[in-house]
């Protein structure tokens, strides 16, 4: 999250892909972006993190002229859910049919895997739909923007999806992508891993 920080400036639009019980979207409201966009598949987590922002004196706006959107959806859809919507912001979305060539807006898109905490642990994020969603925030991310995936491979869902992210990642056209990948090296039982993808063009 520090890592991201450095990613936003006012004005910029952030999303968080996996926001589960908020805490990371709180943290990326304290960033104070222009737009905030979260997603999560689960009705009960949408509603935890609209609690959260709330409690934490963020309503439906972040400053004025900014927003904050949190929405029950797959992020595999976030392509079309932009299609449709348009950000907020100065990029059109027609910037975004152009293909992967074509910038988007977005500054920093989090992605926080696995199941909700307490939750119910069959509700996880899956290799399949993960990739399509970080296929489609590629397609998102403005120019110097991140995508920051963090990885949780202690559970059979989590190391299948480590191994096709990393897979993806090591693919990427290094003229186009910066990629890094961060490990504990000195923790036990497969503590959390972090994909960083920023586009450089
Ligand atoms: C580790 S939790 C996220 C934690 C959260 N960022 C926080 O700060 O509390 C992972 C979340 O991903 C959600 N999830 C699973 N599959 C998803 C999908 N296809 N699209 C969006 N969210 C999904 C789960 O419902 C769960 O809330």
């Known amino acids: 999250m520090h890592i991201a920080s450095d990613y936003v400036k006012p004005g910029d639009i952030v999303i968080d892909a996996t926001c589960g019980n908020g805490h990371d979207t709180l943290r990326l409201a304290e960033?104070?972006?222009?737009?905030?966009?979260?997603?999560?598949?689960?009705?009960?987590?949408?509603?935890k993190t609209r609690e959260l922002l709330e409690r934490e004196g963020f309503g439906e706006e972040l400053a004025p002229g900014g927003s904050i959107?949190?929405?029950?959806?797959?992020?595999?859809?976030?392509?079309?859910?932009f299609r449709e919507q348009g950000p907020c912001g100065n990029t059109g979305p027609e910037d975004r049919s152009a293909g992967p060539a074509a910038p988007g807006f977005a500054s920093v898109i989090l992605f926080n895997l696995g199941y909700l905490p307490g939750?119910?642990?069959?509700?996880?994020?899956?290799?399949?739909?993960?990739?399509?969603?970080?296929?489609a925030g590629q397609l998102l991310l403005k120019k110097d923007?991140?995508?920051?995936?963090?990885?949780?491979?202690?559970?059979?869902e989590g190391a299948e999806e480590k191994r096709a992210l990393l897979a993806?990642?090591?693919?990427?056209?290094?003229?186009?992508?910066?990629?890094?990948?961060?490990?504990m090296l000195n923790q036990k039982n497969d503590p959390?891993?972090?994909?960083?993808?920023?586009r450089k063009r």
């Open 31 to 47: 960033m104070r972006p222009g737009h905030l966009y979260a997603f999560d598949l689960q009705p009960d987590a949408v509603r």
């Open 69 to 81: 959107t949190i929405t029950c959806l797959g992020h595999e859809h976030m392509t079309e859910f």
């Open 119 to 135: 939750g119910d642990k069959q509700l996880t994020t899956r290799a399949e739909t993960t990739l399509e969603a970080a296929k």
């Open 145 to 156: 923007g991140l995508l920051c995936i963090t990885m949780y491979s202690g559970h059979p």
């Open 168 to 183: 993806f990642a090591e693919g990427l056209d290094s003229k186009c992508w910066h990629v890094g990948y961060i490990r």
């Open 192 to 198: 959390p891993e972090i994909l960083l993808i920023s």
